[in-house]
């Protein structure tokens, strides 16, 4: 048996997901707070408020997604089409996302103005 | 009439022995660019980047150089990400890149992406102002290896001497390295549907955890897992099934469906910034160590290294 089966399995219990995706407005700032995860099933959904998030007429719109467990490429995708849609001057913070979203960001779109991220 | 113009991809193999016959091949070549203002790129394993540099001289300052161990540890990635990348960064100019993606030490296993990578360029830099030169070890591959470039390149470069391949046929080399992966004995496997996919994720994280992957690693892995069953969901028959397991240090991951791939080139091309879709194979490139690929009439298989 192999080595690495003797020792407990890491707790990844925090990954499971249900493939599901809630999203509300922001209580206290202009912007949405999501839950659940990106993928193909919620895609729609992400997309959708990424649309409302880019008519929405403020400086800075929030993303709050330290509800998020799993953001697969084309919801990275989605996000960095709308922020490259938005006008100048206008941007979208991302708070708390998974860290892969960040790096995603990174490898396809560095230095992309009009988005901010606020890790977890 | 006027003759139709020549290609202007040019993608020469340089055979060589030894460090001398490696620096008098490559050297005149990164000078020769240098000086008719071409932007030049060395991408070859690190005890030649070193040999390199300091046969350069003042000139390596004007040089980008790239460790191809690390760059293109995975060959899936070596056209996007090394390659293209740098060609793309220069639109106007001609460029000159040394790119040795084949090196004595590349297993069994990573030598048929090796190979079919070499036959990709060709495609890949069609109609580009560019001149890839691949040096090849003589000491140090098999006959085969060698015999394989001949088939890779239209060009050779051998004793100093150019010469049109006699036996340039790169997509036959595609073909042929498209080998069958059978599924492993004791591999872990999971049937998904679309309604699954967030369940086959997390079937694979737990597992790829308990060989020892964690952190940023385990990370890429779940979003590779995402991107090939999202794949089969929406391309490849809407069904498949994932496995994996644990293999000398490294976790393996694959996904098989019933689709077909028909793009060779799929997953090595670069995406443009304003493109909502089509990443999820470069991604799989970027991110993994090693990416091999069956695919024909009977479905797909991609299966993926990662290293613990």
Known sequence: MDRAWEADPPDVSSARSTGTLQVRPLADRTGWQAAGEVSLATRTAWERALDRLALEDVEVCHLELSGVTFVDVAGVSALAVAVQGLPEGRRIMIEQPPAAVGRVLDMFWPDLPGVEVVAR | ?308
């Open chain 2, 1 to 308: 009439m006027t003759a139709p113009p020549a290609e202007p991809f040019v993608h020469p193999a340089l055979f060589y022995r030894g460090e001398q016959e490696y620096v008098d091949g490559t050297v005149p070549f990164v000078r020769e660019g240098l000086a008719a203002g071409e932007p030049v790129a060395v991408a070859v394993p690190g005890p030649k980047l070193d040999v390199l540099r300091s046969a350069l001289g003042d000139a390596a300052t004007d040089v980008r150089f790239i460790d191809m161990t690390q760059a293109g540890r995975n060959p899936g990635r070596i056209i996007p990400k090394v390659l293209r990348v740098f060609a793309d960064a220069h639109p106007k100019a001609r460029v000159r890149i040394i790119g040795e993606p084949i090196w004595p030490d590349r297993t069994g296993v990573e030598y048929p992406a090796c190979v079919q990578h070499e036959a990709l360029i060709n495609s890949a830099f069609e109609g580009r102002d560019a001149t890839i030169l691949c040096p090849y070890d003589e000491a140090g591959l098999s006959e085969q290896v060698l015999s394989d470039a001949y088939a890779t390149h239209p060009v050779v470069i051998s004793d100093g001497r150019w010469l049109d391949s006699p036996s340039y046929a790169p997509e036959r080399v595609v073909e042929r390295y498209n080998e069958p992966l059978a599924i492993v004995e004791g591999a872990e496997g999971y049937v998904f549907g679309a309604d699954e996919l967030p369940a086959a994720r997390c079937f694979v994280a737990e597992r790829a955890a308990r060989f020892g992957l964690s952190g940023v690693r385990l990370d890429d892995l779940a979003l590779v897992v995402a991107e090939l069953t999202t794949n089969s969901v929406v391309h490849g028959g809407g069904s498949g099934t994932v496995y994996v397991w644990g293999e000398g240090g490294q976790v393996v991951c694959e996904v098989r469906d019933e689709g077909e791939l028909k793009d060779a080139l799929a997953g090595r091309r670069p995406s443009p910034p304003a493109q909502l879709g089509g990443r999820g194979l470069l991604l799989v490139n970027y991110l993994m160590d090693l990416v091999r690929v069956r695919t024909g009439v009977e479905g797909t298989v991609v299966r993926c290294y990662v290293d613990v």
